[in-house]
């Protein structure tokens, strides 16, 4: 729908699965807009969980209710800080480290950032950067691979920022 000419994220859980083998792939995208394409790609897909954070309501207007069990949705108000942003995922955080994923991909877009011109949302590079230690945690105890792609980040300054934060907080 505009934003994505190639799915990387989906299409490299896919490859994972169906030509590498690897069973357990976990997805998360904390992209301000739902990772519609994704859900689309992965659902009812046994080998491959997906996690988004978006807000809603908001384009492209989808993930409310997810269309398989393999799919959860965390909307969050336009507004919703860190604060919130943090409840919605830590237990969710919890499922995936009980899961044990084999690989974690993720849709690492910072347009949630609070000086997003896009978004709504009120997250600061502190919340990137909390996001970041918990994944490279879930990641380290299963042993898992964590690969993120760069996704949405319309504020330049706010960007940078936010990347810098979010891996930094994975070393
Ligand atoms: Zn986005």
């Not at 505009?2 to 994972?16: E, K, P, S, T, Y």
């Not at 807000?55 to 993930?63: D, L």
Request: aromatic letters at 10%; glycine letters at 10%.
């Amino acid at each position: 729908m505009g934003f994505c000419l190639i799915n990387h994220v989906a299409v490299a859980a896919l490859h994972a699965v169906e030509a590498l083998g690897v069973e357990r792939v976990a997805i998360v995208d904390f992209d301000v807009h739902h990772g519609n394409g994704t859900e689309v790609m992965v659902a009812g897909h046994a080998g491959i969980r997906f996690w988004s954070s978006f807000q809603h309501p908001f384009y492209p207007y989808s993930g409310v209710p997810p269309l398989a069990e393999n799919c959860v949705g965390l909307p969050l108000a336009a507004g919703s800080d860190g604060e919130a942003f943090r409840s919605v995922w830590a237990p969710v955080l919890a499922d995936m480290m009980r899961w044990s994923p084999q690989l974690i991909l993720v849709s690492a877009g910072f347009d949630a950032h609070v000086r997003d011109p896009l978004g709504s949302l009120a997250l600061t590079q502190e919340d990137f950067a909390w996001m970041g230690m918990q994944l490279a945690e879930v990641a380290d105890r299963a042993g898992a691979p964590l690969v993120s792609a760069l996704e949405g980040g319309y504020d330049l300054d706010a960007l940078c920022e936010s990347v810098e934060a979010y891996l930094r907080a994975q070393l």
